[in-house]
Nanobody, 119 residues
Framework: VQLVESGGGSVQAGGSLTLSCAPGKYTYASYCMGWFRQAPGKQREVVSTIIKGDGDTNYADTVQGRYTISFNKREKTLYLQMNSLTVEDTGTYFC??????????????WGQGTQVTVS
């Protein structure tokens, strides 16, 4: 199942980007929502997760303090605000939703990926 992502692009180091993901009809299955990224030649890693119900968030150490995950309940859209970007943030970013955050990698509900390039 593919969710709809947008917002990727090219940016200079120090810049910002905001990614969005619309779970659409799969919002019902999105108790936990998250962003992952995969850099060239590296394994996919979790960037951040959010619990839809109470808004509890978690971040990878590498993005803590620079990224902000949020879910707009009215728009039913998941966001990832990325600030102070570095070249190490380059990669393909994916959104995923599911019932359990730890099990998101195995969820059937994923976005198609959006490319973020920092130079």
């Amino acid at each position: 199942v593919q969710l709809v992502e947008s917002g990727g692009g090219s940016v200079q180091a120090g810049g910002s980007l905001t990614l969005s993901c619309a779970p659409g009809k799969y919002t019902y299955a999105s108790y936990c929502m998250g962003w992952f990224r995969q850099a060239p030649g590296k394994q996919r890693e979790v960037v951040s997760t959010i619990i839809k119900g109470d808004g509890d968030t978690n971040y990878a150490d590498t993005v803590q303090g620079r990224y902000t995950i949020s879910f707009n309940k009215r728009e039913k859209t998941l966001y990832l605000q990325m600030n102070s970007l570095t070249v190490e943030d380059t990669g393909t970013y994916f959104c995923a939703v599911g019932l359990v955050c730890l099990l998101l990698p195995g969820s059937p509900y994923w976005g198609q990926g959006t490319q973020v390039t920092v130079s």
